[in-house]
């Protein structure tokens, strides 16, 4: 009988270029076409696995789980109430000064039409018929825009009712869904599984505690921007659009608007409104792209440059839910590539040159 020779087989055989291509392009199109259940479900996890360790204290003292979780949720449940209440409380002192506001709005157009006809000999008749054909011609393009804004809005109040439940069921279905993720790997791989699963939530945490200090930084820039401007009451204004960036889009349109209306009223200059609206854009362009990766960043242990990848892949796959989340999903990424030696390369990639020793 003729034997074959057996060949060994090399377990550590590290991942090729071309399945990493293919995984990526699999992974983004899955993300893309399915962000409307992995948007909420993520900030659910999120959730759930910033409230384990809370509910677990309250159980180990006697407390039912589903007391336990009905009054960590609660709290949870009261800071997002506590932004709404803010957003309208923003949009509510708007339209009370709306009156004045139009009437000054009014004035710097007639002060602008009067300066072109001076500079330019261009009647106020002619301005009207421009800025009329203007508005036809546009008028397919804002209303594309208004109808984006009303979608996000609506997602948005979606994804306010939906995240709470989820973050509900997660934590309280949370050993079965350990039990089943135990049982698709290996019965060696379970210490490595129980351990990555305790690093994430001390990840989550961790981001959470750098979230916090990003808006706690953009509040202070905020506020020394407007408080250098001149504008009244700049550290309300400041934190009250740091704060309000947490809602996508509208937030921060909403947080400028209460601003620019009262240094217009005030000061009676367009250049004030103009600086105020350079103030939070400047600021969110270094939140975005400085505070953000390095606050986060340090405290996940992964370097700047794929946080800053990453917020840029998020916001084009998620938007800016995605621009939140998806740091956090690389740090798990990264757990996970620390203690297997297949993703070796990608552990040092993602790392900020801390090496840990893979554990496959």
């Given at each position: 009988m003729i034997q074959i020779p057996k060949i060994p087989i090399n377990t550590n055989k590290k991942i090729s270029a071309l399945e990493v291509l293919q995984y990526i392009i699999l992974i983004s199109l899955i993300l893309y076409y399915g962000k409307t259940l992995f948007i909420p479900l993520s900030f659910s996890l999120l959730i759930s696995f910033?409230?384990?360790?809370?509910?677990?204290?309250?159980?180990?003292?006697?407390?039912?789980?589903?007391?336990?979780?009905?009054?960590?949720?609660?709290?949870?449940?009261?800071?997002?109430?506590l932004v709404l209440h803010l957003l309208f409380t923003q949009i509510k002192e708007f339209t009370n000064d709306w009156e004045p506001f139009k009437a000054k709005l009014f004035e710097a157009l007639n002060q602008i039409s009067l300066f072109i006809y001076q500079q330019f000999e261009i009647s106020s008749e002619e301005q009207l018929l421009f800025f009329k054909s203007s508005v036809d011609n546009s008028g397919t393009q804002i209303f594309s825009l208004l109808q984006t804004m009303l979608y996000s809005f609506s997602e948005t109040f979606f994804f306010v009712l939906i995240i709470p439940l989820f973050s509900a069921l997660?934590?309280?279905?949370?050993?079965?869904?350990?039990?089943?993720?135990?049982?698709i790997f290996p019965f060696e791989k379970k210490e490595i599984i129980h351990e990555i699963l305790v690093e994430t939530i001390h990840t989550y945490y961790n981001f959470i505690k750098g979230m916090l200090l990003v808006y706690i930084i953009v509040g202070l820039l905020n506020s020394?921007?407007?408080?250098?401007?001149?504008?009244?009451?700049?550290?309300?204004?400041?934190?009250?659009?740091?704060?309000?960036t947490f809602i996508p889009y509208i937030g921060i349109i909403i947080s400028s608007l209460l601003p620019i209306a009262v240094s217009w009223l005030t000061?009676?200059?367009?250049?004030?409104?103009?600086?105020?609206?350079?103030?939070?854009?400047?600021?969110?362009?270094?939140?975005?792209?400085?505070?953000?990766?390095?606050?986060?960043?340090?405290?996940?242990?992964?370097?700047?440059?794929?946080?800053?990848?990453?917020?840029?892949i998020g916001g084009i796959l998620w938007g800016a839910a995605g621009m939140i989340l998806f740091i956090p999903f690389i740090s798990i990424l990264k757990l996970i590539a620390d203690r297997t030696n297949r993703l070796?390369?990608?552990?040092?990639?993602?790392?900020?040159?801390?090496?840990?020793?893979?554990?496959?």
């Open positions: 910033i409230l384990y360790p809370v509910c677990k204290w309250m159980e180990k003292k006697g407390t039912n789980k589903t007391v336990a979780i009905f009054l960590s949720l609660s709290v949870v449940l009261f800071m997002m109430g997660i934590l309280y279905h949370r050993q079965i869904l350990v039990d089943v993720l135990y049982q020394i921007g407007l408080a250098i401007i001149g504008i009244p009451h700049p550290f309300m204004f400041g934190f009250i659009a740091s704060i309000l000061f009676n200059s367009i250049w004030y409104p103009l600086g105020v609206i350079l103030v939070f854009s400047v600021v969110q362009i270094l939140e975005a792209f400085v505070i953000f990766p390095f606050a986060v960043g340090s405290r996940l242990k992964i370097n700047a440059l794929i946080i800053i990848i990453m917020i840029t070796k390369t990608l552990s040092i990639l993602l790392g900020n040159g801390e090496t840990k020793k893979p554990q496959e």
